[in-house]
């Protein structure tokens, strides 16, 4: 069983020390993965509803440092050798998928193919707003999107025509280490969400999921994948409880048995000393008898 880390590149984990200090020691300790989150902007009023709390509220200041995700697990890259790297998530639909295919092919090649690519089609219509993207069919965009930088990824010489994006023949180099290109992971819980895990994606990142929700919805997206056309077994599936939640061996035994593959386990850390000593406790207590389930 692999737990990954999260989070580098928010709050005081948005800090060069850190997080070369942080990937380091993750990767000693024997972590899987290691994790960047992603908003452009925050809103101190917003209407939108957060999925993840009760309240529907954001669970952390709007004055907060995010990084940009890419440069955080790129400058995470120059600092280890095998921990794997992902966004969780990208904000997609915002983005130029064509600037988004370059810079995921820059950050496989530079980290040895080492990228996971997870994917949302995001929760703050403010925030579309500000980056002057439409809120209004942001799910559509992102398949349209995630189609584009395929080709960008696979093919010597593509060309692309959609509703949302639309390019010429170009050649964009480097492509990917990996092949076809990196693992994508939707996050999502919703039931159009899990249909496009099945559909275009290749793993599923649940946040906030209990054992029981988990092992529901992998069954879900097995079946809808089955009726993709695509195979069930090939699929990857990867949770975070909660930041903070206290988990116990046991927890990862009963996502192991839900069919989770990955637990994403850690904190946003406050310092040095910190995180160092939250990594090395996480790796003791479960990293290592995880690894022998």
Known sequence: MQIGFFAVGIGPSADPEIIALTARTAEQAGFHSLWAPEHVVLIDQYASRYPYSQDGKLPMSTKVDILDPFVALTFAAAHTK???????????????????????????????????????????????????????RRAERTREYLKAMK???TEEEPQFTGEFCSFPKVRLYPKPVQKPHPPILFGGESTPALKRVAEVGDGWFGVNVTVEDA????????S????AGRDPGKFRFMVSPGLGLPVELDMIKRYRDAGVHQVALGAIPRDAKGIKGEIERLAEKLVVPAAKL
């Open 224 to 227: 809808y994948a089955q009726a």
């Open 215 to 222: 092992k529901a919805k992998i069954e879900r997206i097995r």
């Open 82 to 136: 095998t921990i794997r790297l992902g966004t969780g998530i990208c904000l997609v639909p915002e983005r130029s998928p064509v600037v988004t295919a370059k810079e995921i092919a820059s950050l496989d090649k530079l980290s040895g193919g080492r990228f996971d690519f997870g994917v949302g089609v995001g929760w703050l219509a403010e925030e579309f707003t500000a980056v002057g993207v439409p809120w209004e």
């Open 151 to 153: 080709l960008l990824w």
